[in-house]
């Protein structure tokens, strides 16, 4: 007997949708393993990792707090994706946000106007969409992979971040720490949910993920770039300029990590510390895969990927087991995804023979 | 070669029973196939009719689910192609599988067993060329050749290996009428010899002049075993069809109007290695006619095609005009706003999106028509000329909301026909516009090129396919290394002079006296 993976007249549609649940659920599967090997009770240990984070409101509320920048950076990248342009820099973009919005913030200490915060976020767009100008900018005139552009100007911001923080951005107050003074009222987004740390960024992101809704399935500039990921030939063929789904692409998915860098300098952490951001930018490529690059499942996946953020420092607490067990999960859903997605194309089928014969002469030359 | 039994003898090859499914469908449903030694045997059906899979069940390439296969009368399993070559099956694919960047002996000694040495294998090339009047020269560089030339590397190829039974896939698609001559004088030789021929065709003419018997499929079946001597092509094309040759109507003869599309010394160098370099082309399509261009494929088409779309623009703006008009630096999306509209030869990917809706695929161009508003996509509109693309060019589908991909090739093409004909074009640029389409749907789409002749517009036909540009031409030129012949009126030339200047040999001169004069 054996089993065969047959190709399927057509793709499945339901398992474009069952296959990131069956990712989820593999991947909690695996967790369960790997919980036993490292000898702990399964059990206690999944619920102090997936539901113990979860099981109040506050729990809740650092869930949107990780779901916001994940689905913001998520949406963005989505855009790109969809037109086969490949921005894997959502974690320099972001950085690039938080720089611009925050250094917004510190030129203007003693400002109060309720101004300050919504020109934070568009010096955060900005930032984010210059980081990723220049991946766009070395596509489109020396045909410069936007993956390695990209992924590297990542580290680049890093240091950028780290130099200013150390260097001319320095708390003068801060006993010599690596941190800018602490933003003014004004220049930190409002908490949105009483009781928690939730804050204005998680709206934010909703209103973008509905923006991304409209703009991929009802715009024409939506269609465009559909049209471009799925066939290169029939865009070119219609007249939809390459150049341009590039710009778009790469500046959708800058414009929005930049958003999530605001949130995350004038969130929770009010000021700009040499890290910005635990790989919400990668974590997000993921997230945007998971949820099938739609912003409802874009919403569904971020929030599976908080609560492994969640659940790792959770884990890390209580547990005592290393802050790589985050990484572990990530990679190991991704893994599962991929590995899922085969059966969108194809079918598992059960043979009971030796496939395959020109029945029933056995004679071969 | 060995000798081999006489005639009426033992069958060459007997198939019984041969079926194969796939997902979607039945490709063979219990053939029965018998080939004699020395016989031409033909296989006559339209696309999807199971001819290819059938072929490649003989050659090792696909297995059957079911059936029995008989070789010189005793029962064999055919694994793989290696198998089928021991036995003595060569196969002359239509797509060839040559590596351009090697000469003819190489490319020749990676297919034959035991051909270390290349001299030697030089020498049985230049033999076997010589015995069967195919001219061949080992040293040559594939990429240098003609598709002509690159089918007789293969044809030497399958020779070479003493083959007994030789399958020819469609071979006459990519030759000039004169090659087809040629080729027809080689297989008639080997059959003289006592090979076999299996002759893969949807020409009947040809079939009737070549073969000795004929199996006809449709659908999957066989429909008759037949000496196609003694057929008319009407007989045969009801057996392949299963009803008779439709019939369609060309107006009268036109001078044309205005000159709507002008090309005035287009030379460009080709994007990779392999393409064609395009050199000083000059041609002139008026409203209300119907200009041709033959040829055969990898001459300068492709290239032509794109610089028309404007998928790839020109450094000089004078190069190409629309009705007086400089466009050459124009993209394909602003030659549209003028009044462009093209039928491309690729149907997936180029002219629709697989994995859209056909009203997804209607806005691809025909967001021209009020479909956008505000930047938004307004469905209603899309949805209602989708549909009218489906009601007047008759396409079988599940609805505007199937899938691209889910139609048959002949549908497919209707649709994309409809979607841009129905745009009210001023000029129709349309690539091998009945390729590998049923009878009908072609009938269809001809009849749909008449009619934009008699709304005036400029129509432009670049096929491969003669019979159709005398059928719908009103001037016809050619295209051969990338230069381009003067255009000829349909009723003062024949297929056989076409035929000669699909060669190259053309008289020289930028235009015909009636172009260069202006007055049509």
């Known amino acids: 007997m054996w089993v065969k993976l047959e190709p399927r007249a057509e793709p499945s549609r339901a398992m474009i949708y069952v296959s990131p649940l069956l990712a989820a659920g593999l991947t909690l599967a695996t967790g369960f393993v790997v919980f036993t090997v490292l000898g702990f009770d399964p059990l206690a240990a999944f619920h102090a990792f997936f539901v113990a984070p979860i099981d109040d409101l506050y729990g809740w509320g650092e869930l949107g707090l990780k779901v916001a920048p994940l689905s913001l950076c998520a949406m963005g990248l989505a855009v790109g994706f969809r037109a086969n342009v490949w921005n894997i820099g959502a974690e320099g973009q972001l950085t690039l946000g938080a720089i611009c919005g925050g250094g917004l913030a510190l030129a203007f200490p003693d400002t109060e106007s309720a101004w300050l915060l919504p020109g934070m976020i568009a010096a955060g767009v900005v930032g984010g969409m210059a980081w990723a100008a220049i991946p766009a900018f070395l596509k489109t005139h020396f045909n410069a992979n936007e993956i390695l552009v990209s992924l590297m100007l990542t580290y680049v911001a890093a240091l950028f971040l780290s130099y200013l923080v150390f260097g001319p951005w320095r708390d003068p107050q801060g006993f010599g720490f690596p941190e800018t003074r602490q933003f003014q009222d004004a220049a930190t987004l409002p908490i949105v949910l009483d009781g928690t740390r939730l804050h204005a960024g998680m709206p934010i992101a909703l209103a973008v993920l509905a923006l991304g809704w409209v703009f991929m399935m009802r715009s024409f500039l939506g269609y465009q770039i559909r049209v471009a990921g799925l066939a290169g030939g029939a865009a070119q063929y219609a007249g939809f300029s390459h150049k341009r789904m590039v710009w778009i692409g790469l500046l959708a998915g800058g414009g929005a990590a930049g958003i999530a860098g605001v949130g995350e300098a004038a969130g929770p952490i009010g000021q700009l510390l040499p890290s910005i951001s635990p790989g919400y930018g990668f974590a997000a490529i993921i997230v945007a895969f998971v949820g099938r690059l739609h912003p409802v499942g874009i919403l569904l996946a971020s929030m599976l990927m908080a609560l492994l953020y969640l659940g790792g420092e959770a884990a890390q607490m209580n547990l005592g087991l290393p802050s790589a067990v985050t990484g572990v999960f990530q990679g190991t859903l991704l893994f599962f995804l991929l590995a899922s997605d085969v059966l969108i194309n194809f079918r598992l089928r059960v043979v009971r023979r030796a496939p395959g014969r020109v029945a029933p002469t056995e004679r071969a030359t | ?520």
């Open chain 2, 1 to 520: 070669m060995s000798p081999r039994p006489p005639a009426a003898a033992t069958p060459r090859l007997a198939l019984t029973g041969i079926s194969k499914a796939y997902p979607t469908v039945v490709a063979n449903d219990g053939i029965d196939l018998v080939v004699l030694p020395g016989e031409i045997h033909a296989v006559l059906g339209e696309n999807g009719a199971g001819k290819s899979t059938l072929m490649k069940i003989i050659y090792g390439v696909t297995k059957a689910d079911a059936g029995e296969i008989a070789w010189n009368g005793e029962p064999v399993r055919i694994d793989n192609p290696a198998q089928a070559r021991r036995l003595g099956i060569g196969m002359v694919f239509q797509q060839f599988s040559l590596f351009e960047t090697l000469t003819v002996a190489e490319n020749i000694a990676l297919a034959v067993e035991d051909s270390r040495d290349l001299d030697a294998l030089a020498r049985r090339i230049e033999e076997v060329s010589a015995r069967y009047g195919i001219p061949l020269d080992p040293k040559q560089l594939v990429h240098s050749q003609s598709v002509g030339e690159r089918q007789r590397v293969e044809i030497v190829r399958c020779l070479l290996q003493k083959p007994e039974l030789v399958i020819m896939d469609e071979p006459t698609s990519v030759l000039a009428p004169q090659a087809v001559r040629k080729l027809f004088e080689t297989l008639r030789l080997l059959a003289r010899e006592g090979c076999s021929i299996l002759y893969i065709s949807h020409r009947l003419d040809e079939i009737k002049e070549l073969c000795d018997s004929a199996t006809i499929l449709r659908g999957g079946k066989v429909t008759g075993t037949v000496d196609p001597r003694d057929e008319s092509a009407s007989s045969l094309a009801r057996m392949m069809i299963g009803k008779a040759l439709p019939v369609f109507a060309h107006g009268e003869a036109d001078e044309g109007g205005e000159e709507r599309l002008v090309v005035a010394g287009l030379t460009r160098k080709a994007d990779t290695q392999f393409g064609t370099d395009l050199d000083d082309i000059h041609l002139s399509v008026r409203s209300g006619e119907i200009v041709g261009i033959a040829g055969i494929s990898g001459n300068g088409q492709q290239e032509l095609l794109a610089a028309l779309s404007g998928e790839r623009t020109s450094r000089e703006a004078s190069e190409i005009h629309f009705g007086g008009r400089q466009v050459g630096r124009l993209g394909a999306a602003a030659r549209r706003d003028l009044g462009l509209v093209f039928v491309p030869e690729e149907r997936l990917g180029r002219g629709a999106v697989a994995n859209m809706s056909l009203a997804d695929n209607a806005l691809l161009t025909a967001h021209r028509l009020n479909m956008v508003r505000f930047g938004l996509i307004r469905f209603g509109e899309v949805r209602s000329f989708a549909d009218r693309c489906v009601d007047r060019f008759n396409v079988i589908c599940g609805g505007v909301e199937a899938d691209a991909k889910s139609l048959s090739g002949g549908n497919l093409q209707k649709f994309i026909v409809g979607r841009e004909f129905l745009q009210e074009p001023r000029i129709v640029v349309a690539a091998q516009p009945t390729w590998g389409v049923d009878v009908g749907a072609a009938a269809a789409i001809r009849q749909a090129l008449i009619e934009m002749r008699g709304a005036g517009v400029a129509v432009l036909v670049i096929s491969e396919d003669l019979d159709e540009l005398f059928e719908i031409c009103d001037r016809i030129a050619v295209i051969a290394k990338g230069r381009l012949s003067p255009a000829k009126r349909t009723s003062e030339t024949s297929i056989e002079e076409i035929g000669l200047w699909m060669s190259g040999l053309f008289p020289e001169g930028p235009a015909t006296p009636a172009e260069a004069s202006g007055v049509g």
